[in-house]
């Protein structure tokens, strides 16, 4: 069965300091990826998506991430974190042809001023 | 801009109750979703429907059934609440298989 596993629970950063989130899937086949964002009291939010193509892509917010087929992740990555990012972030995928998302459990992050 | 309304933010019942959870999009979405969610366990896929009166079971539908009877709304139903089924529940919908869902903001069940 697939899985999205998000190791890490619980992440804190510095304001202005660089960002990564990690994200690995296990399914097979080309997955369809996406990164999406929660903030307090409100529903998820889509940062970027990846299909095919560029293994880089790019999202709202400043945020990008990269697919890596030898490692199956997809890191999300920000170059330098504003206080208004603390959220909960989401990885997800969903099979080819399915149109069932399975979530990783999420990693909340919280940003120091 | 995709809007998917959820009829209400915060719900408190009582065991055994039948309990309607409502959701609206606006965009002429083909697929609709209900999800759970609980703390370390992400989101948890209950029901989901690509088309009216059509509807699939996902991950975690005991307990739960749905309705879609217009293409803009899709209803979670608790048959006979119980206290293990308070969570978080997020409605989505989305245009085509594969396109990214679109999330309400959610309802904050309490089942006493």
């Known amino acids: 069965a697939q899985s999205v596993t998000q190791p890490d629970i619980h992440i804190t950063v510095s304001e202005g300091a660089s960002l990564e989130l990690r994200c690995n899937y296990s399914y097979g086949a080309t997955p369809y990826l996406f990164w999406y964002v929660q903030s307090p009291g409100q529903g998820l939010q889509l940062l970027l998506k990846?299909?095919?193509?560029?293994?880089l892509v790019q999202g709202i917010k400043g945020f990008e991430a990269e697919f890596k087929r030898s490692q199956s992740s997809f890191n999300l990555r920000k170059p330098s974190v504003h206080w208004s990012d603390a959220a909960e972030y989401f990885c997800a995928d969903t099979t080819g042809g399915g149109n069932k998302l399975t979530f990783g459990t999420g990693t909340q992050l919280k940003v120091e001023l | 801009d995709v809007k998917v309304t959820q009829s209400s933010r915060y719900l408190v019942k009582r065991t055994g109750e039948k309990v309607f959870l409502e959701c609206v999009q606006d965009?002429?979405?083909?697929?609709m979703f209900w999800y759970r969610q609980d703390p370390g366990l992400g989101l948890r896929l209950i029901y989901f429907s690509y088309d009216v009166k059509m509807k699939e079971k996902g991950d975690i539908p005991e307990g739960y059934s749905v309705s879609r009877e217009k293409k803009e709304r899709f209803s979670l139903i608790l048959e006979s609440a119980s206290t293990n089924q308070t969570s978080m529940y997020l409605c989505a919908s989305s245009l085509e298989v594969m396109q990214p869902q679109h999330f309400g903001d959610g309802t904050r069940l309490s089942i006493l």
């Open positions: 965009m002429d979405h083909e697929n």
């Open positions: 990846y299909f095919s193509g560029d293994t």
